[in-house]
């Protein structure tokens, strides 16, 4: 499987810690899976992923995101990157409050200079798949946490990312919420989407993942042992 993401020895480390919040990190991420990403608070899980998105800088190190090494790149280069090259989903959402669910969905389309008239029908495409369309006039405060994480969802493809990065997507959202939530996600890897799940929760990763890496205190942590079968 070809390696849409590639990160080589990174090390990220913050003026004010005593260690290193990622020391010397090296994986990759498969094209067309869903990778997750585990490991308890303070891990390091967010870190990486903010470096994956061009949102934080590594202390060194490289990492290469289908094909282009991103740790070289100016702001005004980072910020092309985050609109053309990747989706972004958060645990609370991030919609603006005084835009309707539409509108919200646009605005990475309008950063990116889209055609207006192919912006909006591709909004309303992405609406209609995740089952929102008739939310479309309608303000975040008006919507469920379920149908906010979908116009969230529908916000981080519009722009069709060949990378879609995931923090923590349900942490916000009751059971059946979050569910629901994930099984899209298996409906985008259905279409060879690439996916990035940030989570804390094993069960999650085990249903949803094709493979899970696990960090601890900022290193990738060994995997278990197969256990023997039982004849």
Known sequence: MTSLVAIRGVTKLYAAASRPALDAVSLDVPAGEVT???????SGKSTLLNLVAGLDRATSGSIMVNGREI?????AALARYRR?????IFQFFNLLNNLTTLDNVLIPAQLAGMNP???RL?????LEQLEILDQADAFPARLSGGQRQRVAIARALINRPALLLADEPTGALDTRSGEQVLDLFLDLKSTG???VLVTHDPRLAERYADRTITLVDGVIAPAAPALEAVR
């Not at 591709?122 to 992405?126: D, F, S, T, V």
């Open 117 to 119: 008239r192919a912006a």
């Open 36 to 42: 997750a990403i585990m490991g308890p608070s303070g």
């Open 84 to 88: 053309t090259s990747i989706g972004l």
């Open 122 to 126: 591709r909004a309303r495409e992405l």
């Open 71 to 75: 740790t070289r790149l100016s702001e």
């Open 193 to 195: 989407q690439s996916i």
